[in-house]
């Protein structure tokens, strides 16, 4: 059984930066897609960005170049570099792995003061 393990959560005042990890507890063989959703509260879970092992992303339309995923392929490691948070940048933020299954991480609370 596969854990996506995140980190990196907190709260920081608007116009900061976070960064956000995620580790699987074990080697996922094969092509996989790693990336981050959000959910804030009372909203559905929306894509926040993906990247495959070839290292092609691909962003939600509210992130407008604030945020940057990148990934160590052979270790599972994936981390989202969050710049210029907004006070609608507050969500839980889950790691996920869509390869011959998906697999979710248990979610790291991100909160943004204005």
């Known amino acids: 059984q596969v854990e996506l393990v995140e980190s990196g959560g907190g709260s920081v005042q608007a116009g900061g930066s976070l960064k956000l990890s995620c580790v699987a507890s074990?080697?996922?063989?094969?092509?996989?897609?790693m990336g981050w959703y959000r959910q804030a509260p009372g909203k559905q879970r929306e894509l926040v960005a993906t990247?495959?092992?070839?290292?092609?992303?691909h962003y939600g339309d509210f992130v407008k170049g604030r945020f940057t995923i990148s990934r160590d392929g052979p270790k599972n490691l994936a981390w989202l570099q969050m710049n210029s948070l907004e006070s609608e940048d507050t969500a839980v933020y889950y790691c996920?792995?869509?390869?011959?299954?998906?697999?979710w991480g248990q979610g790291t609370q991100v909160t943004v003061s204005s």
């Open positions: 996920v792995c869509i390869a011959e299954k998906t697999y």
């Open positions: 990247i495959n092992k070839g290292g092609s992303t």
């Open positions: 074990t080697a996922i063989v094969g092509p996989n897609i």
